[in-house]
């Protein structure tokens, strides 16, 4: 059964599920992508211009992660939220126009940005709306809705550029950028921000966590490493199919996705007392 708290928290559905959808533009910044560079690598110049472009959003990932929260002080949460998904979906829909790597690589790095300081955004409202036991399970219920909605997007980005060419595969940005920003918009509520004085905080303050950003770094390479380079390895075998591409590549979103409710577990129960 629910927790008394995530009972209460189910009671705000639309905020819920603003939570569980804002982690969806991060999770397909860069793997909607990844099934077209072959298709890409043909017509903007070489495997090399492709990868760049894959790879644009991580770097995207990086500022927004530093700037975000700059940002977030400046703006306030409900403003950044909806600056930074109007961002998005602009950007994401240049593969629909953009007749040059370089164009398609800065577009990329700006999707990366501004979908990074939307999760950080969407942070700040679960911590400030959620406590305990239903902060936890929101986080899990993030997690594996952020991999199913890689899945789902890797899969249909593949399907679409078979069906219809790759430069269609990038409406799945305007799609989910588009349903994120309206529900922003109804349930999001403004959030007061918090006093200078606690607001700030010295870098020391953040050095015992360097070994956990290490280890998510090196995670995170090796996990986007297979992402970003399986179509092209598939090109390279004589398998032109973005579909199949998509549909191998997707399967890493599922698997995470399963270990994202897994983790979740059972709530633990209180020993009976002697």
């Known amino acids: 059964r629910a927790s008394q708290p995530f009972r209460r928290a189910l009671h705000d559905p639309g905020l819920i599920a603003f939570v569980l959808l804002a982690v969806g533009p991060l999770s397909i910044a860069f ?22 472009i894959v790879v644009a959003p991580l770097a995207g990932f990086a500022v927004g992660g530093v700037l975000g929260g700059w940002i977030i002080a ?24 953009a007749q040059s790597a370089g164009v398609l690589q800065l577009n990329a790095f700006l999707l990366g940005v501004a979908s990074v300081v939307i999760v950080a955004a969407a942070g ?5 709306r959620y ?19 890689n899945a789902v997007a890797v899969f249909l980005s593949g399907v679409i550029a078979e069906a219809v060419g790759w430069r269609m595969s990038f409406l799945l940005f305007v799609g989910l950028g588009l349903v994120v920003l309206v529900v922003a918009a109804l349930y999001v509520p403004k959030i007061a921000k918090a006093p200078k004085s606690e607001s700030r905080a010295g870098f020391a303050a953040y050095t015992p966590l360097i070994p956990i ?38 399967l890493q979103g599922l698997s995470a996705m399963a270990a994202g409710f897994s983790a979740l577990g059972a709530p633990r129960r209180k020993p009976p007392s002697a």
């Open 213 to 250: 950003f290490v280890a998510v770094a090196a995670y995170l390479l090796v996990t986007t490493n297979t992402v970003t380079h399986t179509s092209l390895l598939l090109a390279d075998v004589g398998l032109k199919s973005t579909t199949i591409a998509a549909t191998i590549i997707s």
């Open 131 to 149: 406590r305990g036991n239903a902060r936890a399970r929101l986080i899990g219920y993030q997690t594996a809705s952020g991999s199913l909605l």
């Open 124 to 128: 700040v409202v679960l911590a400030d």
């Open 31 to 52: 793997s909607v992508i990844a099934p077209l560079l072959g298709p890409i690598a043909a017509q903007l110049g070489g495997e090399a211009a492709a990868q760049q």
């Open 74 to 97: 400046a703006l306030g949460v409900r403003s950044t939220i909806l600056a930074a998904t109007v961002i998005y979906i602009l950007t994401g829909a240049s593969g629909l126009y």
